[in-house]
């Protein structure tokens, strides 16, 4: 261990943790980094080099020991328990004023309770989404920060560094508000990149179940997307996706088996768009996608027993598909934002979606050209969070939605599932209609159960007798 003490500390070398503190490192932060495992530790030096910025540590006490005041401390464990664990093994060696910062994808509610705990004793805790994966945690990850104002103006420094840019140049990075804010951005983000990669993967099937592509023609497609409004890094990396080709040339994208893993944020996101009761149609669709394909074996069965054929006539075309993911994708944001709208209140963070359009627009996994548009339209509007109600998102959609509602009835005709197309088109026509059928269900409930209902919105509770 060098004599001089670092900037800054990471606890937890696994991917995200090895390539963040070599991230910091490149920005000239001596970093001290430990792991409970010190093979990992000694893995990370052999890698980025020994004397260029990362001061390995074997002992938890050395690693505090090693660290300038007040103390920054960077986790990137396991969300969970591990979290706790570390927590718990630091608190008789930090003082007052030290900041613990918890970097991985936490649940909001435990980011709270950690944070309350450890203010009683003096300790600044943070809790800090971040996005990219691997390659944005090494060359500039989206960083959403949420913890007290103090924190702030002793990290600022340090994440605006290691941060991915904007369009514009600036880092993306932002103090969203207090305790669990930043962890509840970056589960919303997760949320929305569920829905997002599920629509992407419907327009894929299209092509190639309806149109007929080959995968070559669907990557061509995919280039010329990127190359327009949908340019993004999901949209960038499903070319590659469809070109990439084993040694015996065949297409390794055919080869996956069809059953999408998950880690929860997203699960996290449709149970919080229901504790709020918050239409997330889409965002939890794409949930139930992933656990549909997850049920590859009762699928195989219950395929052959309802054997499909494949359309003869199709009345869309690969434009029209753009046109639909398009629309479809700004309902799924329009639905994160609307969310992220209710939590704000709820939860006191008066979150600010223009700095959140902002920092996606780089280092994140949903980091898109469009997030722009996002960016002005609540610098525009600042006090408002309804997507739907901007002309931009009006006129895009009144072009665009035609397209959505042939291909959904088409695909739908054909037995083609789409259900996270279906269901941005379902919170749309939910909610642009000023009547719904509510009022059964009311009387209904009323009738069984005395549940009362309302004539008019805001008028008093009342019960028929319906006997």
Not at 61 to 78: D, G, H, N, W, Y
Not at 419 to 441: E, K, Q, R
Request: proline share 3%; net charge negative.
């Amino acid at each position: 261990m060098n004599n001089e003490k670092n900037q800054t500390g990471i606890i937890g070398l696994a991917a995200m943790g090895a390539n963040l503190a070599m991230n910091f490192a490149d920005r000239g932060f001596r970093t001290a980094v430990f792991n409970r495992s010190p093979e990992r530790t000694e893995a990370l030096i052999g890698e980025y080099g020994s004397g260029k910025g990362l001061d390995p540590t074997y002992t938890i006490e050395t690693f505090i020991a090693s660290l300038a005041r007040p103390r920054k401390i960077i986790l990137m464990v396991q969300a969970g328990e591990a979290v706790d664990r570390v927590i718990d093994s630091l608190r008789p060696l930090v003082d007052q004023g030290d900041i613990i910062v918890d970097g991985g994808n936490s649940f909001f509610r435990d980011t709270i309770r950690r944070e309350t705990s450890l203010r009683q004793a003096g300790i600044e805790f943070v809790g800090l989404g971040v996005s990219g994966g691997e390659e944005g945690a090494r060359r500039g990850p989206s960083l959403m920060f949420g913890g007290s104002e103090a924190a702030w103006e002793a990290l600022s420094p340090y994440l605006r560094a290691i941060a991915a840019k904007d369009f514009s140049g600036e880092p993306c990075v932002a103090r969203l508000g207090e305790g669990g804010a930043g962890h509840y951005v970056k589960m919303v983000h997760n949320g929305i990149e569920y829905s997002d990669m599920q629509l992407i993967a419907e327009s894929y099937s299209l092509m190639k179940d309806a149109l007929r592509y080959p995968n070559d023609a669907i990557a061509d497609r995919f280039r010329l997307w990127n190359e327009g409004r949908l340019e993004s890094f999901l949209i960038e990396i499903s070319e590659r996706i469809f070109r990439a080709k084993e040694h015996d040339g065949g297409y390794v994208v055919d080869r996956i088996l069809d059953s999408a893993g998950s880690k929860g944020t997203g699960k996290w996101t449709a149970e919080e768009s229901l504790e709020l009761g918050e239409p997330s149609f889409s965002l939890a669709a794409s949930v139930f996608a992933r656990y549909a394909s997850a049920a590859k074996e009762r699928r195989v069965r219950i395929a052959e027993a309802y054997p499909k054929h494949a359309p003869e006539k199709i009345a869309f075309d690969a434009d029209d598909i753009e046109r639909a993911l398009y629309a479809a994708k700004l309902l799924s944001y329009a639905q994160g934002y609307a969310l992220l709208a209710e939590a704000s209140k709820t939860y006191g963070w008066d979150l600010d979606f223009a700095e959140i359009s902002r920092i996606w627009q780089g280092g994140c996994i949903i980091r898109a050209r469009f997030l722009t548009d996002m960016e002005q339209l609540f610098r525009e509007h600042p006090e408002g969070s309804d997507m739907l109600l901007s002309d931009g998102v009006r006129e895009t959609l009144g072009a665009d939605l035609p397209a959505l509602r042939v291909i959904v009835a088409e695909a739908t005709l054909a037995g083609i599932a789409l259900p996270g197309l279906s269901s941005s088109l379902s919170y749309f026509d939910s909610m642009s209609s000023a009547l719904l059928p509510a009022n059964l269900i009311q009387a209904q409930r009323d009738l069984f159960g005395a549940h009362t209902f309302r004539r008019t919105e805001g008028g008093p509770a009342e019960h028929f007798d319906w006997q």
